[in-house]
């Protein structure tokens, strides 16, 4: 081994320092070879991220970027070819630190002839939780992701939205301090989406970490504090959503009841002090208030309880 290369794998096997750092990756990258062990894939290239203890990160990037080979290594399910991952201060390989994250997988894994409660309870079993504390537990999440009325009910007759739901309740079975989601409002409607989205930031609000991966890049913008955007393995973008999404150098004001003279006064001033005006119009609602302000007061049942 060069010397620079003992220097990096050093360096990279440091566990990190700051408690306030989940989840750290350093030159982190995968590939996957074929049944000979030829190189097959170059799925992520020396990522470095961090995520902070409370926030809600986003994952991003088209399909194929690599967000669910990061998410495996993460959890240690998949091995890097090169660099580290720590979750909680200690190595991603390390399965102790697995009872502290919750994840709810892209992919619906759970029993279709269970029902709500019953599969909580059977989680809960895996986590060797009293019964007591299962039926506790299983009760409070069942309310908090709104399927009380369903509880009982098998998973197969479920919707598409109400399987994210109960994925959502059997990944916080376990208190999770770091939560991992995979596409949470995949098949959801803009209530049941927008519903996910408030449950998530009362998660975060609560204290949980958040590393969530998600196309729907509303969701993300909505809910994410910072995001990462991959694009074919590589790290492009890495940054706070507001700022990234800044619109240098415009300036946006709102006001109300403002006549046409006095709105040509403001656009006159504007120009006066070497300002262009590049639009001076009433703002557009976006398609999901609309929608959301002309449905929801109609919709059964009441919103889900708070975490
Ligand atoms: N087990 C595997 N063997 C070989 N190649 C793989 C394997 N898993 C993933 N890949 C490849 O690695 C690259 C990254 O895949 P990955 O699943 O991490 O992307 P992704 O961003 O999660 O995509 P999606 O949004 O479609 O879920 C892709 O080119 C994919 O084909």
Not at 211 to 238: F, K, M, N, P
Request: glycine fraction near 8%; charge should be neutral.
């Amino acid at each position: 081994m060069s010397a620079s290369a003992a220097v990096e794998t050093e360096t990279s096997a440091t566990p990190p320092v700051d408690t306030d750092v989940v989840i750290e990756t350093r030159n982190l990258g995968k590939i996957y070879r074929d049944f000979w062990g030829r190189k097959k894939v170059s799925a992520l290239k020396a990522l470095d991220i961090e995520v902070k203890k409370g926030e809600i990160f986003g994952l991003l990037g088209p399909n194929g970027s690599g967000k669910s080979t990061t998410i495996k290594l993460i959890q240690g399910l998949l091995f890097p070819t090169s660099g580290r991952a720590f979750v909680f201060g200690k190595d991603a390989r390390d399965v102790t630190k697995n009872e502290r994250i919750g994840y709810l997988p892209e992919e619906s894994y759970l029993y279709k002839f269970l029902n709500a409660e019953e599969t909580l309870d059977f989680y809960g079993r895996l986590f060797d939780m009293p019964a007591e504390l299962r039926r506790e537990r299983s009760d409070q999440l069942i309310k908090m992701v709104g399927l009380h009325q369903a509880r009982r009910r098998q998973l197969r007759e479920y919707s598409k939205g109400m399987t994210r739901r109960i994925g959502l309740a059997q990944a916080l079975i376990n208190e999770p301090d770091l939560l991992i989601l995979d596409e949470p409002t995949t098949g959801m409607d803009p209530i049941g989406s927008r519903e996910m989205k408030d449950l998530i930031i009362r998660l975060r609000d609560a204290g949980k970490t958040i590393l969530l991966c998600s196309h729907q890049l509303a969701d993300v913008q909505d809910v994410c504090d910072r995001v990462a955007i991959l694009h074919q393995g590589e790290l492009r973008e890495l940054g706070r959503v507001d700022s990234l999404l800044k619109v240098r150098d415009v300036t946006e004001v709102h006001a109300t009841g403002l006549s046409d003279a006095s709105k040509q006064k403001i656009a006159d001033l504007i120009r006066s002090e070497g300002g262009e005006v590049v639009s001076l119009d009433n703002p557009t609602t976006t398609m999901e208030e609309l929608f959301l302000d002309i449905v929801q007061d109609n919709r059964p049942g009441g919103r889900p309880a708070s975490p």
